[in-house]
């Protein structure tokens, strides 16, 4: 009980590295844009990740601006005695500082509907080649950040003036109980996600290497797993590896080694240098060795698909050799439609097919009576037969015997 409870100390209070870290969520901080923009490889990814929240924040900016608008211009008593104190200048009053703060929440809400408006269309229009370079400047970070920064100065400014509504409208003790515990709660979600996102850089989550192994995942539980994660944090801590190292090498076995001792800490330019180029020689020969594997994969196919096609040319050609037998021709079809379906590049099998098809039904037509077959062989009575796999070849020796037949019967 002692662990778990201090390891929650140590995640809300010890995590955080600022007083700002409790009012303000770290997601509106520089270094948590740096390392969003950073981690992420792939351009169109990148794109979503920073202008996923516009749209969101569009809609709920204007559910906040209609609300703040409704209390300006309430047909009540307090807004009433709102517009009054305003009109009459009276400083002295409450209901004149809660008309102020209300008309800068209308100011901050309606320049923060234009921020975040105007940046979902600008940032919209980035190609995903170009989206890294833009996203990562510090001209990117600075736009990127702005709607955001104004939608939690209009969330705030909205939250002040529902304190001075309690004010003037509650008893004084009532009002200030309740805005103690309100900021209380504020305070608490704020630093719970500040810490979660000092968790998620510092433990190098953001990337797309695992953390643990997946083995060793699934064996431990919740608290384990917590305490994993807060390891990480102190050893970050202790490596200081600077933002864009932290993506470009092997973060988690850089952390690993600095566990180990294997390493002097903090890690310096020079052997961060040479461990990202260490681990862009790795994934560039992991990438050749796929490549290749790939190339033998296709040409195992495409020998597969050359055999296949001569099977089914077999097949065709006993559809056009012998009259009436639909059997032989619907093998060849069964067979190209599988090879087709399973090998890449192999549709021209069904082709075949059909052109042996078409061979058979004119021999039908034209040709029944011209055409010597061999007699079949001929099976003594109260023989049986033996257990054929193949029902086709049964029904072709059928056929053959018919046709046998007709030729002794002309």
């Not at 309606?110 to 975040?116: F, W």
């Not at 202790?238 to 988690?252: F, G, L, T």
């Not at 001792?261 to 961060?272: H, I, K, Q, R, Y």
């Not at 062989?377 to 049964?394: C, K, R, Y």
């Amino acid at each position: 009980m002692k662990g778990r409870i201090a390891l929650w100390m140590v995640f809300l209070f010890g995590v955080t590295r600022s007083l700002t870290e409790y009012i303000i969520t770290i997601d509106l901080s520089n270094t948590w844009r740096q390392h969003l923009v950073w981690s992420k490889k792939n351009g169109d990814e990148l794109k979503n990740v920073v202008t996923q929240r516009f749209a969101s924040s569009t809609v709920f900016l204007s559910l906040l601006f209609s609300s703040e608008l409704g209390i300006l211009y309430s047909p009540s008593d307090p807004g009433k005695d709102i517009r009054l104190a305003l009109q009459e200048r009276q400083y002295g009053s409450p209901f004149y500082w809660t008309g102020v703060v209300i008309c800068f929440a209308i100011f901050f809400s309606v320049t923060s509907l234009v921020a975040n408006f105007t940046a979902m269309s600008v940032f919209s229009s980035l190609s995903k080649e170009n989206a890294p370079i833009v996203l990562r400047s510090t001209l990117g970070l600075y736009t990127a950040q702005l709607p955001s920064r104004l939608v939690t100065g209009a969330i705030y400014l909205f939250f002040v003036v529902v304190i001075f509504t309690w004010v003037i409208i509650m008893p004084q003790e009532v009002a200030i109980s309740m805005s103690i515990i309100a900021s209380l709660l504020l305070i608490h979600i704020v630093n719970t996600f500040s810490s979660m996102g000092r968790v998620i850089m510092d433990s190098g989550a953001m990337s797309h290497l695992p953390i643990l192994d997946p083995e060793e995942e699934e064996k431990l539980d919740p608290h384990e797993l917590s305490n994993v994660l807060i390891k990480r944090v102190i050893l970050a801590r202790k490596a200081q590896v600077s933002i864009n190292h932290q993506y470009k090498v092997d973060y988690q076995e850089t952390l690993r080694d600095v566990q180990a001792g294997n390493v002097t800490f903090p890690l310096t330019a020079s052997e961060l240098d040479h461990r990202a180029t260490n681990f862009y020689l790795s994934r560039s020969t992991m990438g050749i060795a796929a490549r290749n594997f790939q190339y033998t994969v296709s040409e195992s196919l495409h020998s597969a698909g050359s055999v296949a096609s001569n099977a089914a040319s077999v097949f065709s050609s006993a559809a056009g050799a012998i009259p009436g037998s639909n059997v032989a021709s619907n093998i060849a079809t069964k067979t190209a439609n599988t090879v087709g379906a399973v090998i890449p590049g192999s549709t021209n099998l069904t082709k075949i097919s059909e052109e042996g098809n078409e061979v058979g039904d004119e021999g039908d037509v034209g040709e029944s009576q011209e055409t010597t077959l061999e007699p079949p062989m001929v099976q003594e009575e109260g023989m049986q037969t033996l257990d054929d796999e193949s029902q086709e070849i049964e029904e072709i020796e059928i056929i053959q015997a018919k046709s046998s037949e007709q030729d002794d019967g002309f």
